[in-house]
């Protein structure tokens, strides 16, 4: 989910990756679980939902073809529910926000690797931008998260899996055989995590791009989320691009590269 949507693969998941502004109120019944994901007319379990929602009587499988943005708000309330200290949000990230995470990507960008994907909302963009379903590899920890993602974007492939193990999962599904990972967009929340297992996941990612390629990043606040130390040590640098002003909670959005003659240790 991200960070800070929903803390970090290995410490987390997920990331604020839901277009939308609103939050919950109205109580709504039928909103199934994880494990009842595939079986859409379920009516188990109870929540909230947003009052723009029209979800009494459905499953999450019908939330995620429903239109309205409340749908998607509240499966990722619910995570922050189960999980209220690892997420840093309770509201999933707005559309403002994933046109500037997206006016990162590097000219010419053909394959990209998104970690904590959340509902996906920037998922929903990357596709609206037409990057190519092929051309994108989508990691979520959060199980629950995974089904939606899994349900909402069929042709992407789609794991379940920790951004600390992302050069495996690249590995096994086979994604960079043909070329190198043009960018990362990750909403990981790497202010939850010890600076080792930020280590571990920068390394990770660094390992897969391709020269002169990107991690785009956000952050709630103004500093960078992962620890200068940490970041001189895998051999990276980055800085803040850009302000999403309108999403809540306000994000900054930062733009990682790794150093051409780094070592890392």
């Not at 708000?73 to 403002?96: D, N, T």
């Not at 980055?238 to 003659?261: D, H, I, M, Q």
């Amino acid at each position: 989910m991200g960070d800070e949507g929903v803390a970090a693969q290995g410490v987390v998941s997920g990331s604020e990756a839901v277009s939308s502004d609103t939050a919950s109120g109205v109580e709504c019944s039928a909103v199934t679980t994880g494990s009842d994901l595939e079986n859409t007319g379920s009516d188990r379990g109870t929540g909230g939902c947003g009052s723009a929602c029209d979800c009494a009587g459905l499953g999450v499988g019908e939330l995620l073809t429903a239109p309205s943005r409340s749908a998607a708000a509240w499966i990722f309330f619910r995570q922050w529910m189960k999980a209220p200290l690892s997420i840093a949000s309770v509201v999933p990230s707005g559309q403002q926000l994933a046109s500037r995470m997206l006016a990162q990507l590097p000219d010419g960008t053909q394959r990209v690797v998104e970690i904590g994907a959340g509902t996906g909302v920037f998922t929903q963009a990357m596709l609206d931008r037409g990057l190519p379903a092929e051309n994108l590899l989508v990691v979520e920890r959060n199980a629950e998260l995974f089904h939606v993602l899994r349900r909402r974007f069929p042709t992407v492939r789609v794991v379940h899996g920790d951004a600390a193990d992302l050069p495996a999962i690249v590995s096994d599904t086979g994604f960079a055989d043909e070329s190198a990972v043009d960018a990362v967009i990750s909403s990981l929340g790497f202010r939850a995590m010890s600076h080792d297992l930020q280590r571990t996941i920068l390394l990770g990612i660094s390992g897969i791009l391709a020269p002169g390629a990107s991690l785009v990043q956000f952050t709630y606040g103004r500093s960078p989320s992962m620890a200068h130390d940490v970041l001189e040590r895998v051999g990276m640098c980055g800085e803040r691009v850009s302000v999403a002003w309108r999403n809540f909670p306000p994000a900054s959005v930062f733009l990682y590269k790794t150093l051409p003659a780094a070592s890392a240790n």
